[in-house]
């Protein structure tokens, strides 16, 4: 028998943080700071890749995605967040956690196929220069671009909306946000094929294309060997960036999806959770402004001007 009680759940109630006011204050400033760096920061890469001419390359054409659904992302849970640190209710309503779900979820989604993207574009740009041209022309970019967002919504999102999870009371969620995760331990009645549905989700999002990723950067430091020392530092410097920024993203969702499932506790997974989805979104922008020579040099020509 299922104790839990068999009424439908129509608001829910965070418990991600503590309720002492002085501890709320301290959070409160600090997630405030990291949305304000969230959206300078990627702010910033977005204005910079519009108005630099030179960085009119698919490259920072996928940078730029990349920053529009960081921002998106830290915009749907920061907001919430901080309204709920310095609220004594704390109470969302299952529509808000709904539409908070599934942005999360695209985003997400998008995101991991879309690093496997930039990789193949740093491995032709590399390994096949002067097919690079006719390869990622940008009717081809654009096509790219169109699919990953197809492909996201028919992999992450359509089983969701297919295959529903029935949430019941007690509605109370030791989270900062509606995580997948966390909601399943809402669930009442048989949730056997949505966790099925959920690792095999898991599995292409995160697997495959982490596996394409390691064989492209695999032929490019084989290719990158070959070069004389000056252009091998120019190629290291166009993709340390986007192999730290694989290597955050990934390895936080590894742990969080298939690690141990005692490392799954409802504290521990809301930590994973917390610094994947608005550390990482953060700190991405940064990661590019300090480790890429052109964005640093776009940005030394604007400050001058």
């Known amino acids: 028998m299922d104790p839990r009680n068999q009424t439908l759940a129509t608001e829910f109630i965070l418990l991600g943080f503590s309720k ?4 709320n204050l301290v959070l409160f400033v600090f997630f405030l700071f990291l949305y304000l760096v969230s959206i300078i920061g990627n702010g910033l890469i977005f204005c910079l890749i519009l108005v630099n001419v030179n960085l009119h390359i698919p490259m920072y054409f996928f940078l730029c995605i990349l920053s529009f659904m960081d921002l998106c992302v830290t915009s749907t849970i920061l907001p919430r967040l901080l309204v709920d640190l310095v609220s004594g209710q704390r109470i969302i309503s299952l529509v808000a956690c709904t539409v908070q779900f599934y942005i999360v979820l695209i985003m997400g989604g998008t995101e991991c196929l879309l690093l496997a993207l930039m990789a193949y574009d740093r491995y032709v740009a590399i390994c096949r220069p002067l097919h690079y041209p006719v390869v990622m022309r940008w009717n081809k970019c654009y096509q790219m671009t ?3 967002w197809i492909l996201s919504f028919l992999v ?6 297919v295959n529903p999870v029935t949430l019941c009371y007690p509605n109370r969620i030791n989270h900062f946000m509606f995580e997948v995760l966390a909601v399943l331990q809402l669930a009442c009645g048989d949730i056997q094929n949505n966790l099925v549905s959920m690792l095999i989700i898991c599995f292409i999002a995160l697997f495959l294309p982490f596996l394409f990723i390691l064989a492209s950067y695999s032929l490019i430091l084989s290719s990158v060997m070959k070069i004389r020392s000056a252009g091998r530092s120019k190629a290291f410097s166009t993709c340390s960036s986007h192999v730290l920024v694989v290597f955050f993203y990934f390895g936080t969702a590894v742990i969080m999806y298939f690690g141990p499932s005692s ?3 409802t504290n521990n997974g809301k930590y994973f959770s917390l610094f994947s989805n608005v550390i990482c979104p953060t700190f991405n922008p940064i990661i590019y402004c300090l480790n ?4 640093k040099e776009a940005q030394r020509k604007i400050f001058l001007k």
Request: charged share 15%; glycine share 0%; proline share 5%.
């Open 20 to 23: 002492d006011v002085k501890t």
């Open 146 to 148: 169109a699919l990953v």
């Open 156 to 161: 992450f999102v359509l089983p969701a909306f």
């Open 263 to 265: 490392s799954y506790s």
């Open 292 to 295: 890429n020579s052109d964005v």
